[in-house]
């Protein structure tokens, strides 16, 4: 079985951060967006895996190379973003009508990895949702069994969002949908999306099963970004009980995740605060944020914040969104 991690996005919703680091690259809670996905599905089992790249998809690369050095891999480019169905039939050759995994690459998920792919029927993640426009929409039955799917309905009929994890037993058949699709041209807006293969399955008579996520966090915003950081901290810290990392001339209050080589001095950080490495943080105050590695901030109140890596702030209080290599004086 494969594993099918589409991240060639671009993120537009979280620029500028976006602009110079890959969406799926955005550290949160000791680790990256990426790296949860990865790490929970080799947990499970899963050895063998695709991703499809596209926007500032060689840093994707780099970054599998540093941390993944064993991981066994193959990397698809999506040049043109024509959506997640059109990146899903990019890796048809790379699957020889094995079972696979879909995993969007942006979003975290709390499920049972193992109990999915060891299921008798082809599945997807759906969790109940107040205002279902947005997204894919599963309607089922009394038993949970998928008896349509509907892109972003204008009137649903169902409040079950597809959260964006597909288990698929009959990848040919998956494979034919889009390939069908795409070579019609029926796009909407330009893309072409998955679900429109999954109800051509279903119109086939392949059963899908639905399966519950207990959370699903998605990523693609300042706001639920800096929330699933908030949580993932907490799990952590209740879960390993750790003790706060030791700085002698600042105060650490629980749960966070300071990486290696930092300096920090006569500040304050948390609560729910992560910060990559070698990054200085000196006369500071910072909560529920979000910092990158080899930042610099003198002097600064931060909150609700996400500041990109190689940042140099000094200034005043203020709820920013800053990518990379950006140099801002708020004095």
Not at 162 to 189: R, W
Not at 253 to 269: E, M, R, Y
Not at 281 to 292: A, H, M, N, R
Request: aromatic share 8%; with cysteine.
């Amino acid at each position: 079985m494969k594993a099918i991690i589409p991240v060639a996005g671009a993120g537009t919703k979280l620029r500028p951060l976006t602009y110079t680091q890959p969406k799926a690259l955005i550290p949160m809670a000791g680790k990256t967006i990426l790296s949860v996905i990865i790490d929970q599905l080799q947990d499970a089992g899963v050895t063998d895996f695709i991703f499809v790249i596209g926007y500032l998809g060689d840093k994707i690369q780099h970054y599998l190379e540093r941390y993944y050095p064993k991981l066994n891999y193959t990397l698809i480019n999506q040049s043109d973003r024509k959506g997640t169905g059109h990146a899903i039939w990019l890796c048809r050759q790379e699957v020889k009508d094995e079972e696979i995994l879909i995993v969007l690459g942006d979003t975290i998920f709390d499920y049972n990895v193992k109990d999915i792919v060891l299921g008798s029927t082809s599945m997807i993640g759906v969790k109940k949702v107040d205002d279902p426009r947005s997204f894919g929409v599963a309607e089922l039955d009394e038993k949970d069994r998928v008896l349509k799917v509907v892109e972003k309905p204008l009137i649903p009929r169902s409040n079950m969002a597809m959260v964006g994890v597909y288990f698929i037993k009959e990848s040919g058949a998956l494979f034919e949908a889009l390939n069908d699709h795409i070579t019609k041209g029926t796009t909407d807006s330009g893309e072409f999306h998955l679900t429109q293969a999954l109800q051509i399955m279903l119109e086939k008579g392949i059963r899908f099963d639905a399966f519950r996520v207990a959370n699903w966090f998605d990523c693609g915003k300042k706001e639920s970004l800096l929330s699933t950081n908030a949580t993932l901290l907490r799990q952590l810290y209740e879960e390993h009980r750790a003790p706060s990392p030791d700085f002698p001339d600042a105060v650490i209050i629980p749960p966070v995740s300071i990486a290696d080589g930092c300096i920090i001095k006569h500040a304050i950080v948390g609560p729910n605060v992560t910060i990559g490495e070698f990054t200085k943080v000196e006369s500071s105050i910072i909560q529920d944020s979000i910092v990158g590695s080899y930042a610099e901030l003198k002097e600064v109140v931060l909150h609700s914040s996400i500041i990109g890596s190689d940042a140099f702030i000094r200034g005043l209080s203020q709820s920013l969104n800053i990518g990379d290599n950006t140099e801002i004086d708020l004095g």
